[in-house]
């Protein structure tokens, strides 16, 4: 996340049930065509475990560390069918000296009226390197901040993969440079708008990896006022409070602090973050301790697979319901 605070998407029949093994955070959507696969908490470790590892380095923009977290994310696609959205997965540019790149997937649509509009799903997979030495250790290992939102970037692709049911096309996008100043979602944003992509809405997952305390919605939004999309999402997940407004993100202006904050600046339309840090539940922000062993890898696969249903019905309502407000 930016600092001082953080640089913090039919006719939809094939929903009938989503329910969460406490084991294995299995989060079904069926009809008579489709199964969603489950979200294994095992897996969401095993994520986490890798891409805020010592051998990371704190994936901080321009080294090793961030390039070995890419390809990670590239054979990810890969394996689960995600196209590149360019030529290659890699859309490049330059922060001074520093050779930097977005990730960039898609899952097209497969409803020929919606297909060229676009949902936008995004996280930045950057950190900032080192932090304060304690007890000599020096390496920032973003666990939450970003490996969380990666991972849930990464998991959501191959969920959709498996559903195969989204009307309109899914672009799923990591971001480089967000430490720096939203470097690369500002880059990625000019970039779709000067070759005429037409985004619906953008939805960014930024520190998603600790539950929420005495709340009565899952996770915040940022931006909650701009747009009717925490209310329209919550419609499309069976009336179940997903996303919920956290007063403090108003106060601390946390919707212009991350990567959501440049596709609304060139598009004008609803892109807004979803977040579980409440400023109350996780001491390690920017901290050395920020490690995968202080995450709940159980509440994300919840999270993960309840952020389905709503995203798949954004994909195919026939009209643009999720808008701006005035």
């Known amino acids: 996340m930016r600092k001082p605070i953080f640089s913090i998407a039919i ?5 009938t049930a989503f329910s969460l093994n406490a084991c294995s955070a299995q989060s079904p ?29 704190g994936r901080e923009t ?24 360019f030529k290659t ?19 097209k649509g497969g409803n020929e009226e919606l297909k060229n509009e676009v949902i936008l799903i995004g996280a930045h997979y950057d950190h900032i390197g080192s932090g304060k030495e304690i007890q000599g250790d020096t390496i920032a290992n973003g666990a939450n901040d970003n490996a969380s939102g990666t991972v849930g970037v990464m998991e959501l692709a191959r969920q959709f993969s498996k559903i195969n049911s989204n009307g309109r096309s899914i672009i799923f996008a990591l971001f480089s440079g967000e430490e720096m100043g939203l470097k690369g979602s500002k880059h990625l944003a000019k970039k779709m708008k000067s070759t005429g992509v ?3 809405a953008m939805i960014n997952l930024e520190m998603i990896g600790v539950p929420m305390k005495a709340k009565d919605y899952q996770a915040y939004i940022t931006g ?16 179940n409070k997903i996303l919920g407004f956290l007063p403090q993100a108003g ?13 609304y600046e060139e598009f004008n339309v609803p892109a807004q973050t979803i977040c579980t840090f409440d400023f109350s539940n996780y001491p390690y922000y920017h901290h050395v301790d920020d490690e995968a062993e202080y995450l709940d890898a159980e509440h994300m696969a919840d999270l ?3 952020l389905i249903p709503g995203i798949l019905k954004m994909t195919n309502t026939n009209e643009k319901e999720i808008k701006l407000l005035d």
């Open 251 to 263: 106060q601390l202006n946390l919707f212009k602090r991350s990567d959501n904050y440049p596709f």
């Open 62 to 85: 321009g080294t090793e560390g961030i390039e070995n977290a890419a390809v990670y994310i590239e054979d990810h696609f890969k394996e689960n069918g995600i196209k590149p959205f």
């Open 89 to 107: 997965y890699r859309d490049s540019f330059m922060i001074g000296d520093r050779k930097a790149y977005n990730i960039v997937g898609v899952l």
């Open 29 to 57: 959507v069926s009809n008579s065509k489709t199964l969603v696969p489950e979200v294994s908490v095992s897996e969401i470790q095993a994520k986490l475990n890798y891409l805020s590892s010592d051998d990371l380095l």
């Open 224 to 239: 909650y006022d701009i747009s009717n999309l925490a209310e329209k999402f919550n419609e499309y997940s069976d009336g």
């Open 11 to 15: 006719n939809l029949l094939l929903v």
């Open 304 to 306: 993960i697979g309840k």
């Open 198 to 200: 037409y985004i619906y």
